[in-house]
C-alpha cells in the first residue's frame, strides 16, 4: 500500500492525474483489507486518492473522499493533530476551485487555528494553510469590489 501511494505521489508531481488515481485506488483496496475499521494509514490513502480525483476535475467524488478522511482522522488522531489540518485544508482548496470562497475561508481558518495550536509559524503545513487562506480572502475582496 505505501508502494502504490508513493507511485500515486510521484504520479500527481508528474501531472498525470488519471495515474495517481489508480495507485491511490490499488492502495486504498489495500489498506481496507488490512484495516476493517479504520486506520490513520486508511485515512491518509483516502486523502490522497481525494486529491487525484480533485486533479481530475471530480470534486464531488473529492469531496466525498476527503469527508470520509477527515472523519476517520478524527476518530484515531488526537483533535489538534496536523493530519486534521491537513484535511481541512485539502477542504479549504476544494471550496475555493468551486468558486464558494466564503466556505473555504471557514476551512482554511479552522484547519490555521488548530495546527496554531502545535506548530510554530514556520512550520510548512501552517505556512501553506496561511497563505491559502490569504489568497482565497483575496480572491474575495476582489469579487466585492
Do not use: Y
Not at 476551485?97 to 510554530?120: D, M, T, Y
Amino acid at each position: 500500500a505505501a508502494t502504490w501511494n508513493n507511485l500515486g505521489a510521484l504520479a500527481i508531481v508528474q501531472a498525470n492525474p488519471e495515474r495517481a488515481v489508480h495507485c491511490f485506488q490499488q492502495a486504498l483496496r489495500i489498506h481496507q483489507l488490512q484495516f476493517p475499521d479504520g486506520h490513520p494509514d486508511l485515512a491518509t490513502t483516502l486523502n490522497n486518492l481525494g486529491m487525484g480525483l480533485e486533479a481530475l476535475g471530480m470534486l464531488d467524488e473529492a469531496e466525498d473522499i476527503f469527508l470520509q478522511s477527515l472523519a476517520m482522522r478524527r476518530k484515531f488522531l488526537s483533535v489538534d493533530h496536523p493530519h486534521i489540518a491537513g484535511s481541512l485544508n485539502n477542504l479549504g482548496l476544494l471550496e475555493e476551485e468551486r468558486g464558494n470562497f466564503e466556505k473555504a475561508v471557514l476551512r482554511f481558518e479552522q484547519a490555521l487555528e488548530l495546527i496554531a495550536s502545535k506548530a510554530p509559524p514556520t512550520h510548512p503545513l501552517r505556512q501553506r494553510i496561511k497563505e491559502n487562506l490569504d489568497a482565497v480572502k483575496l480572491e474575495l475582496n476582489s469579487l466585492q469590489d
